[in-house]
């Protein structure tokens, strides 16, 4: 079992940055992979980004790539979402999800466990 508590969400301008903090309970953490994924009002689910057990070369959407990092350090059981260059079409609640499927998948039912939400909102 793993639970999931995000933070780091707010309020920020166009063109900002914002840090999204996962940190996880649970012995096994180093085995899950990890993703974030969000959801805007009125819209579906969407995937961020993932990052297996290992940490090593993230997976990116197109949407968020180049501005966006994922970085996760196993000691904290902790991941990190680093969001630079924020634009309005970023606001959404985010959600940290773990997996015990292997590599980096981007569809939210392989994921078993999922954190509760962290609101970014990026004004114009």
């Known amino acids: 079992q793993v639970q999931l508590v995000e933070s780091g969400g707010g309020l920020v301008q166009v063109g900002g940055s914002l840090r999204l903090s996962c940190a996880a309970s649970g012995r096994t953490f180093s085995s899950y992979g990890l993703g974030w994924f969000r959801q805007a009002p009125g819209k579906e689910r969407e995937f961020v980004a993932a990052i297996s057990w290992s940490g090593v070369t993230p997976y990116y959407a197109d949407s968020v790539k180049g501005r966006f990092t994922l970085s996760r350090d196993n000691a904290k059981n902790t991941v990190y979402l680093q969001m630079n260059s924020l634009k309005p079409e970023d606001t959404a609640v985010y959600y940290c999800?773990?997996?015990?499927?292997?590599?980096?998948?981007?569809?939210?039912?392989?994921?078993?466990?999922w954190g509760q939400g962290t609101q970014v909102t990026v004004s114009s």
């Open positions: 999800a773990a997996t015990v499927v292997r590599g980096m998948p981007r569809r939210g039912y392989e994921y078993n466990y």
